[in-house]
């Protein structure tokens, strides 16, 4: 370390960041900048994977990104020149920019981060740059989200953004912003003016593909309405990545429905295929009651967990990381396919592809089985009975659909009999069962 940040750093480096952060800025009694790049760390790990950063690179990068905050302003360019670091003369302007620049100095120096990623998210946090890396980004738009009251009008556009995995388009609500009041701020830094033009060319570049988005047959209208909505996989990894959440689901425990299909002997073992089958609670189940299972679901962090809750249990399923409509098909091959809540989050216009995949995969007299939202339950965190229009209209699944009974009948009874309908059984957590009372649990058999 640089004899000019001893002074600075007068705690001992354990190695833990988040402790030796902590303590550093409590030796120098700045709580609210600690308070601060706590809030950034965990926004930026919050959003990280859904724009594919590293969660821990993102976590780090938000730790250290004000470090310099411990260095008086009006000797930040001082101590930046004893590091070495390169100030540019717009920056004279406004020292106080200087302070990303020298918080990765200090990254590197204090903390021995040699991390480029990391290295130069720290460096641009404040002003982005031209071709910025996604954990550029996502630190930038972090440490914009968190800047404390009062909240600015552009942070709730900013959320929202974010919230549908719009990243450039989330920054260019901020530099434009910044561009608006270009005349009345010290200094608008040239990186933030080059990283404004990139974003405008980058979203541009999709607006001018409109050529692209042209309907010549019908495949192209569904693609069309797939683009009105959510990409479900980033959502989906983002909702498996933290295990430790308290969704009911999480826990591995099959369907109680399932469980009476098989105590009571209705469906015979043979093949079966569970698609969107999360971390694997309820293929686990039938492949230990001598099922030969194939399972899918879209997300890699739902499979993981069920690859490894497999080989805890001993058991072989054939797990896949597909999305139903990827999955190589297998006509009159399965006994029975189990959807545990899957159809409920398919968009109403791969529906009809979706039911007929499951149709003919399955053998004549083969059972489906299906659980899925029902309607009127929504304060007891039960979905809402959009309609297949609405979906459009709101550009939104809002956390699944719910289906009335009659609804469920008229997209099923063509091709398949009704063996059972009900409502599934509330069931407690020490039950060894899963089962909430807003959803329907129903049994089909292919005509
Ligand atoms: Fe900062
Ligand atoms: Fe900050």
Redesign the pocket.
Known sequence: MNDVLKQYVQVEITGNLKEDIAAIFHYHQDEETLK?VLKVAEEAKRISKRFGVEPEEAEQAGLL??I??IVPVNLMLEVAKELSVKVEEEEYKYPRII??KL?RAMAEQVFDISNPNILNAIEC??TLKSHASQLDKVLFIA?KLSWESPEHNFQHEIRQKIENNELNQAILIYLNHIWEQRNNLKLVHSWTIQAREDMLRILSQKEFSKLNETIIESKDILDMLDSLLREPAPFWNWFYSDRSKGIPFFANYPDENLISYFENEIIPQGNMLEIGCGPGRNAIYAALKGFKVDAADISEEAIRWAKERAEESKVNVNFECKSAFDLIPKPEYYDFVYDAGCLHHIWPHRRIEYLKLIYSTLKTGGYFGLTCFAPGYTEIGGALELSDYEIYREKSMKGGQAYSKEKLFRLLEDHFDNIEFRSMKACSEDSGKFGVPFMWASLWRKK
Do not use: P
Request: zero cysteines; a negative charge.
């Open positions: 601060h990104h004000d310099s905050n302070h990303q918080s946090h404040t440490d």
